[in-house]
């Protein structure tokens, strides 16, 4: 065995969880087969791991081995007619749209980030600012090929072993691990998007909105003050965006230039982005972040249409690097749930309420239009989400938890979903009580047949399934 293996403390995306795991440095589809024969024989469980950057425990597996799948990062396809792109399944994001990009197509779906393996993409099934009109990543993919811990390397499509195709993206790595993607790109005709921005005074017409006017746009998004409570609780501004048609950008030759999307990695041409964290810091607690949602909502009353490109609108979220350790040493925690459309008001309301009346308020709010969709543990929902982000200290650590728990409560009675790349409360009965038994079951069945010595588990899996 040739293996690159070192033993190493690993975290989530907001340093708030830690765990120190044997990481194997991918390359090959081989490699895997060995990790896998070396786990067998230690005796020792599998995880693995893109870039890491989930808010939770998904690709943490503490005292077992990681599977580094980093390096297994090439293209191995590419047809700039047809769209259609296949990569191992450590190209990035960052990777994907700088490859398709001058050609005039973009991912379909996309997170906030451009970090994200595409692999890690597929194991939670992302969804972008776009679920409501395309559903979340999936949906897009035509074909992947995963080892499974028997050795079998298995090719899937929604019509070649289906049942596999449609549990193992969003299966979180649990039934076998991808080695290569085909994905199909959404075709572009300018490297610019138009974006209507207003805002809105409260959760009602935050909520209506984002209803309203998502059939007329591709992407819609929304940001709220989570520092407000009563009549204006949820006032916030949205963000409907539509891609631009053929003709409607006179110099999309250029725009579609890789130069042109860049992010800048300095602040006002002289301060390195990098640093920008550190005097952040002062600003991340409840006084400096309620004047901070303030100040934004007072920024936000302008109603206005501006173009952006893509990499900006999408990627709003890279442009501080490092910005969640601004939270300081116990890191950050984000808490995503999703609510069909009847009930979402009433139970944010509820939420959002209870996090201030704790003195524990979230820092950062934002929320999306989705819609259902049918793979096996599935997020989606025929309303929309809403994501807070905690700050997390050793002195809020418990009663955080505490919280963040009893907010499952109020989403569940209010028939909301979790989605897994996120939430690190959640329990096991609580995963139950949405996915429901029955998917329960049909992921056991097919995590045997898939790995019948259960050599995949992730503190995760251990968290929510055991
Ligand atoms: C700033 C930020 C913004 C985000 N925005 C969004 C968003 O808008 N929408 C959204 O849906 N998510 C969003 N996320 C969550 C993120 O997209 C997911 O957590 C994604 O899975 C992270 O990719 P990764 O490569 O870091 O995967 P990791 O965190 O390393 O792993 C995630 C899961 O994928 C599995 N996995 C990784 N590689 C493979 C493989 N080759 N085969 C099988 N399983 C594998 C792991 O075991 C684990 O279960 C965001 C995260 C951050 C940090």
Redesign the pocket.
């Known amino acids: 065995m040739n293996l690159n293996t070192s033993f190493t403390q690993l975290e989530n ?1 907001g340093h708030s969880l830690k765990a120190s795991s044997y990481r194997v440095r991918i390359r090959t589809t081989e490699d895997i087969y060995e990790a896998f024969q070396l786990a067998k024989k230690l005796g020792l469980k599998v ?9 939770n425990d ?2 943490l597996n503490g005292g077992g081995i990681v599977l580094d ?1 980093t390096g297994m990062n090439q293209f191995l396809e590419w047809d700039p007619a047809s769209g259609v792109v296949r990569c191992e ?2 190209v ?1 994001l960052e990777q994907l749209w700088q490859c398709v990009e001058p050609y005039g197509w973009w991912p379909p779906v ?4 451009m ?3 595409l ?6 099934n ?4 776009n679920n409501f009109q395309v559903g ?1 990543i999936g949906e897009h993919v035509t074909e992947f090929t ?1 080892m499974t811990p028997t050795g079998a390397v298995i090719t899937c499509s929604p019509k070649k072993n289906a049942d596999l195709f449609y549990s193992m993206i969003s299966g ?3 039934l ?4 290569s993607i085909t994905v199909k790109m959404k075709r572009i005709h300018s490297g610019l998007i138009s974006v209507d921005a207003h805002p809105v005074s409260n959760l009602n017409r935050h909520l209506n909105d984002l209803l309203e006017h998502a059939p007329d746009c591709d992407y819609i998004v929304g940001w709220l003050d989570t520092f407000v409570r009563g009549q204006h609780l949820g006032r916030g501004q949205i963000h409907a965006a539509r891609s631009l048609k053929a003709g409607e950008d006179p110099n999309a030759e250029q725009t579609m230039q890789l130069a042109y999307q860049h992010l800048p990695d300095r602040l006002f041409g002289i301060m390195p982005k990098s640093l920008l964290h550190y005097l952040m810091r002062p600003f991340v607690n409840n006084l400096g972040w309620k004047a901070v949602n303030a100040a934004k909502y007072v920024s936000a009353q302008r109603k206005h249409t501006f173009r952006q490109s893509h990499a900006e609108f999408h990627f709003l ?1 890279d442009y501080v690097p490092d910005w ?1 350790r601004s939270a300081g040493r116990s890191g950050l925690i984000q808490y995503q749930s999703f609510l069909p459309k009847e009930t979402a008001e009433a139970a944010w309301r509820e939420i959002i309420e209870l996090s201030i009346q704790r003195g524990c308020p979230s820092y950062l709010g934002v929320t999306k239009r989705h819609r259902p969709d049918k793979f096996l543990l599935t997020h989606g929902v025929d309303g929309f989400s809403l994501a807070l982000d905690y700050k997390v200290t050793d002195g809020n650590r418990k009663a955080l938890s505490a919280m963040l728990q009893e907010f499952d409560r109020i989403v569940l009675e209010a028939g909301g979903r979790f ?1 897994f ?2 939430n690190s409360e959640t329990s096991a009965e609580s995963a139950r009580r949405f996915l429901g038994d029955e998917t329960i079951e049909k992921f056991r069945t097919l995590k045997k047949r898939c790995d019948p010595n259960n050599l995949l588990e ?1 503190d ?1 899996y251990r968290r929510l399934f055991k």
């Open positions: 995306f995880t693995a791991r893109g870039t890491g950057i989930s808010y998904a690709s799948m399944p450590g990035t996309v997170s906030g980030t970090r994200t393996t692999g890690g993409c597929l194991a939670a992302i969804h972008g600012k979340p995963a979180l790595g649990m076998g691990i991808f080695t979220l969640e989605y790349a996120k992730s995760l």
